[in-house]
């Protein structure tokens, strides 16, 4: 592994008890040798990468890691823990700790060398030397691949070839085409035969795909965990990794011949299309570390029950969540799904409708239909048009809504039920309850019918003919007949409700609902509340509740961002160089009402940043709910004043919520100052004193 990890770099004592020290730790190492270059910036993008999705992995094994423009070259440190450390691993903590650091712009070459550390790690043999190692220089060689390279070790040869494994009988698709193709000549021989599906005379054959956001690590570690689970059952298993250093496609020959699908992602799989009509299971990546033999075994028993699925190109998100999750976080995925897709429908139809009032005044909603009367020279004339054009985009909500739910839950199979439920939604008054329960429902008569044993002469049309027809029928007809008049009578109780909210009632709301969009900065519970607000205005004539709730919502998610940046300026000093540049970034990412703004500094500071977030959101929503400002438009931030009732008064909310907002994180980074400089009996230790290793208190 070249020099990217030495003596220096290993800690075979590491003392720390928590990921940020841990991380902290180790990260000084490369700081005293000239690795990295802002020790508090490099630490921020390994929090953001772990607030993604925790490191941890089975086996004791933890492995933060990031791309960071604060890295020099790219660089390894290790550390052994005694105690164990809680990197999130479902099995407990972690003893083994590996922090890769990649510059930002990492070349193909060091890339394939961190890989090959990722496939070592699934080896036992490695994992149990470096438990027994007791020299830093020799658990160094061990990594690098100069000691304990049998039985797991890297082969460095075959990493710098661009082949993080090169043993004999396993096919990787960095291998090329012809290698591809000659998978398993080792591996499958005489003893394999009769392994595979149905009785045939070879082994069964899986294509797989593994990815990660980063692309360092879970990639390979998702590809070298299912290669080793296919040798033990017996299955040819040609894996394709889509990493930061490229991908090699699987030779198209390889893809015919496979007999199923695995696809362990957490990006868009490119080039997805190639495995359409095979039996796929569609996971997350570090299933495909954890559980390899589950989805082996998963994709055979789709296989044997003739499942020829279609997938889609699309994102995780669409995804209807990994085998073993629980309910709850599967159903929080299908609903993001359906939010994700319907808000760009918000934002366009609820720009052009404000728009419309702007220009053509607040009577444009009783305008003829321009098809019967437009002046080109009259501005009345071109409000009606964009007001009736952004009314159209309006109507698509409930349907998109409820379309990509099902389509979340069922994948493509479960749009066109998904629409449907969604427009018999609107046409029942159902509304925003009602396309919710219609993609539910579609989504899961679609999962229902897939489960079912179809005849092979039936498998051809099933996705254009069978499953359409039966589930929108069975869709339409629940929606019509059994559950969409008592929707439609639940969200006529809300409106009515809401449309009763004054004094105490309204203000509890507000802050309820500026702490849901500051509590996780486009999140889940950040989606709920927005759309819950533009629910509300998304009719034709939205009640004066509706509106004051879409002007508390929009001003408690400007707060975050414009609270980070107005903190930055005031007191720079308790802040990274990297999150002073960030601030400046977030006044325009604040005042255009994007909240993910605030995000960099949630993620180095969670503890801090986000209840900070929380109580100047909750100050925001109460006083905008309280001044009783109306907000017609569901998005533009700042941008869309003119078009807001009460605009002063709106205006001091949101600046009223910035101003606690900065207070409370200014105070508590100033407290957590004073307590290390307490700890350590002196100033607080500084980017360059900090590179040298010692034992502190970190924060």
Known sequence: MSEMITADLVDLDLSADTREAAARALAERMLARGRVTDLDGFLADVAAREARMPTGLD???????????????????????????????????????????????????????????????????FTSALRAVTDAGAAAALIRGEEGAEGGAADAAGAEAGVPDARPGVAHAEAGGEAGAEVGADAGGGSDAGAGADGAARPFRIVAVTSCPTGIAHT???????????????????????????????????????????????????????????????????????????????????????????????????????????????????L???????????????????????????????????????VWTEADSWGALLFQIGG??????????????????????????????????LTVNAGFLGGLAAGLLAGGVVMAIGRAPIPAALRGIMPVVVIP?????????LMFVVIGKPIASAQKGMTDWLNGLGGANAVLLGALLGLMMCFDLGGPV?????????????????????????????????????????????????FTRTERENGKAAWVLGISFISEGAIPFAAADPLRVIPSSMLGGAVTGALSM??????????????????????????????????????????????????????????????????????????
């Open 526 to 574: 950040n989606k709920v509340a927005y759309a819950f607000a533009t629910a509300g205005i998304a009719v034709a004539d939205p009640s004066d509740s509706a509106m004051k709730i879409m002007a508390a919502v929009m001003a408690a998610g400007m707060v975050p961002p414009l609270a980070m940046a107005l903190a930055t300026t005031v007191r720079g000093g308790l």
């Open 59 to 125: 086996g004791g094994i933890g492995i933060p890691h990031c791309r960071s423009a604060h890295v020099t070259e790219p660089t390894l440190a290790f550390g052994r823990s005694t105690a164990g450390i809680d990197f999130g691993a479902a099995d407990g903590p972690a003893d083994l700790i590996f922090l890769i650091a990649a510059p930002a712009g990492a070349d193909e070459a060091h890339l394939t060398i961190l890989s090959s550390l990722a496939r070592q790690l699934m080896d036992a043999e």
């Open 469 to 477: 027809l039966v589930s929108s029928a069975v869709v339409g007809f």
């Open 220 to 334: 390979y570690m998702a590809a070298e965990s299912l290669e080793n689970a296919g040798r033990e059952a017996g299955v040819e298993v040609v894996v394709e990794t889509q990493g930061s250093a490229g991908f090699t496609r699987l030779d198209p020959a390889v893809i015919a011949a496979a007999d199923g699908v695995i696809l362990a992602h957490d990006v868009p799989v490119r080039e997805k299309e190639r495995f359409a009509g095979k039996p796929t299971v569609d996971t997350g990546v570090k299933a495909g570390i954890s559980r390899p033999a589950e989805l082996i075994a998963e994709v055979r028993e789709k296989a044997a029950r003739g499942e020829a699925t279609a997938p889609a190109a699309g994102t995780p998100v669409d995804r209807a969540g990994a085998p073993g999750e629980g309910y709850g976080t599967r159903l929080r995925t299908w």
């Open 392 to 425: 159209v985009a309006f109507g698509f909500l409930v349907p998109v809504l409820a379309g990509y739910i099902a389509y979340g839950m069922a994948d493509r199979p479960g749009l066109v039920p998904g629409f449907v439920g969604g427009a018999i939604a």
């Open 626 to 699: 309280a001044f009783g400002a109306t907000l017609r438009a569901p998005h533009g931030g700042i941008f869309v004043v003119p078009l807001i009732g009460n605009p002063f008064l709106y205006l001091v909310a949101l600046a009223a919520g910035v101003c606690v907002s900065a207070a409370s994180v200014i105070v508590l980074k100033g407290l957590r100052r004073q307590g290390a400089q307490d700890a350590e009996g002196g100033p607080e230790t500084s980017g360059a004193s900090a590179a040298v290793p010692k034992e502190s208190v970190t924060a």
């Open 336 to 374: 993001m799904s359906g939010v994700s897709y319907m808000v760009p429908f918000v934002a366009a139809g609820g720009l052009l409708i404000a728009l419309g009032f702007a220009i053509g005044g607040y009577t444009v909603n009783k305008a003829p239909s321009v098809m019967d009367h437009f």
